[in-house]
């Protein structure tokens, strides 16, 4: 099907690699909103040499949807109009869902109070730009004393993660789970990567508050229901464990490991 278009339903397709943390922050706000919709996992590294494809060699129906050639991506046609619409970029998705499927029909996963959703935003963002490059630094960077002052600046954001995760909890903005949660989870559900490889605790012990949010994240049938191994029989945390691998030792050439060494 490589020169042809994707064939889109009125049903979400969600466009998803089983290993992507950004596309795994798509797939709990599906599920948290219960709507019906089709998985496509998306091959984006050449199996014989474990490489990313370059955009240029990725499958054309894949970039007629996403120019930028990264997962995740919510694709459909529109009911009335039969206009077939395409979102990506993982924060844009799960704004989309809040939009495409506002409560009362789904679960609300923004607060109502404006300057709520602000805030919701302002943690979303920051963590973006601050902890989520930091992560593959880590991994990426071989000399020990840099990893040494990656590891600083990680306890750091987890610092500043504590002081603004809600007091009360169980969820990061308090009662209700999140597009908050949505975002930030899918690094904590890679914390034992960094225990492994550099020997991080994650979250840091001193962070109590951080700890409790994420063993109760932990436990959601949404973020448990995306703990899908690619194939049948093996464990979800090895393969994730093993696809590691390439950050760890330097050789990843995804765009992530390029834009965040
Ligand atoms: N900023 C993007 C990042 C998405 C992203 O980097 N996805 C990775 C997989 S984890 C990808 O598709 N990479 C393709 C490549 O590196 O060629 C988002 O938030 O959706």
């Given amino acids: 099907m490589d020169g042809e278009l994707l064939e889109l339903n009125t049903d979400l397709t969600f466009l998803s690699s089983w290993f992507c943390p950004f596309a795994q922050r798509t797939w709990i706000a599906l599920l948290e909103k219960g709507l019906p919709f089709d998985y496509k996992e998306v091959s984006l590294r ?49 704004e989309f869902l809040e939009d495409y499927a506002p409560s009362p029909g789904c679960p609300p996963l923004l607060p109502p109070h404006a300057a709520l959703r602000a805030k919701a935003r302002i943690v979303m963002d920051h963590f973006n730009t601050h902890f989520v490059p930091l992560f593959y630094r880590i991994l990426i960077r071989q000399d020990a004393a840099q990893q040494a002052e990656v590891a600083q600046q990680v306890e750091a954001e987890c610092d500043w993660l504590e002081a603004n995760v809600d007091q009360a909890g169980p969820f990061f903005m308090g009662t209700e789970f999140s597009l908050v949660d949505c975002a930030l989870i899918p690094w904590f559900v890679r914390g034992y990567i960094l225990q492994h490889f550099r020997k991080l605790e994650m979250p840091p012990r001193r962070c109590t508050k951080l700890q409790r949010w ?30 590691y691998v390439r950050y760890a030792d330097g050789s990843a050439n995804s765009t992530s490991a390029a834009a965040f060494k």
């Fill in 214 to 243: 994420v063993k109760t994240a932990l436990e959601r049938p949404s973020v448990k229901g995306t703990f899908k191994a690619p194939e049948e029989g093996t464990s979800y945390e090895d393969k994730l464990l093993e696809h």
């Fill in 46 to 94: 050449n199996p014989a040499t474990g490489l990313w494809f370059p955009l240029t060699e990725k499958p054309k129906w894949f970039t007629a949807l996403n120019p930028l050639g990264k997962v995740p991506v919510l694709a459909y046609k529109d009911e009335k109009t039969q206009q077939p619409h395409a979102v990506y970029e993982s924060l844009i998705c799960n």
